[in-house]
């Protein structure tokens, strides 16, 4: 069965600092891996998305992300945070063998202080 | 410009009534999803459908059910509403696999069972 960890519900930056949100999956198969941002009332955008070709995806808004199989890992990373990137961050696994169901990660609220 | 569109972004309803949260999505997809959100629990999939008049469970279907007639209409029915499906509910489509396409998402409705 896949599965997805978010490593810390809240993380606070400083505008203009790295972002990194952590995600671990486990999967019985080579997987999808998606990150999703979420603004206060709004669904769900696509960041990026990994599907077995290069292991270093970038994504919209300045947002990348790496595919460490050894790991089982898909850090989101963000050289300079800017005060439009509060939101909350979902990262979500997909096997097509499960059909192509996402499963999601508890998510991790961003904080961007000035 | 895809889209997503959920019937209602908020609905507040009585215990015991039945209640219908209506999907519609203008992308001929396959695949539609009900995820419902919970502070710190992240999306959890209630019931997805591969097709019209098909439908499967996802990991807590209990009190849900579901119904596509057509392609493009997924509706999540509460048979008797009760004070914990209070929550906010995501509908999404996909087309069968992942390889250049991902998953898209409704605004959400916010539902509170009184």
């Known amino acids: 069965a896949q599965s997805v960890t978010q490593l810390g519900s809240h993380v606070s930056v400083s505008e203009g600092a790295l972002v990194l949100l952590r995600c671990n999956y486990s999967?019985?198969?080579?997987?999808?891996l998606f990150w999703y941002v979420q603004y206060p009332n709004q669904g769900l955008q696509l960041l990026l998305k990994y599907t077995s070709a290069a292991t270093l995806v970038k994504g919209i808004n300045g947002f990348e992300a790496e595919f460490k199989k050894s790991e089982t890992s898909f850090h989101l990373t963000k050289p300079s945070a800017h005060m439009s990137d509060a939101a909350e961050y979902f990262c979500?696994?997909?096997?097509?063998?499960?059909?192509?169901?996402?499963?999601f990660g508890g998510g991790t609220r961003v904080l961007v202080k000035p | 410009d895809v889209k997503v569109t959920q019937s209602s972004r908020y609905l507040v309803k009585r215990t015991g009534e039945k209640v219908f949260l209506e999907c519609v999505q203008d992308?001929?997809?396959?695949?539609m999803f009900w995820y419902r959100q919970d502070p710190g629990l992240g999306l959890r999939l209630i019931y997805f459908?591969?097709?019209?008049?098909?439908?499967e469970k996802g990991d807590i279907p209990e009190g849900y059910s579901v119904s596509r007639e057509k392609k493009e209409r997924f509706s999540l029915i509460l048979e008797s509403a009760s004070t914990n499906q209070t929550s906010m509910y995501l509908c999404a489509s996909s087309p069968p696999t992942w390889t250049n396409t991902e998953a898209f998402f409704g605004q959400g409705t916010r539902l509170t069972v009184v």
């Open positions: 992308m001929d997809h396959e695949n």
């Open positions: 979500a696994v997909s096997e097509e063998a499960a059909g192509n169901k996402l499963t």
């Open positions: 459908s591969y097709d019209v008049k098909m439908k």
């Open positions: 999967s019985s198969v080579p997987p999808y």
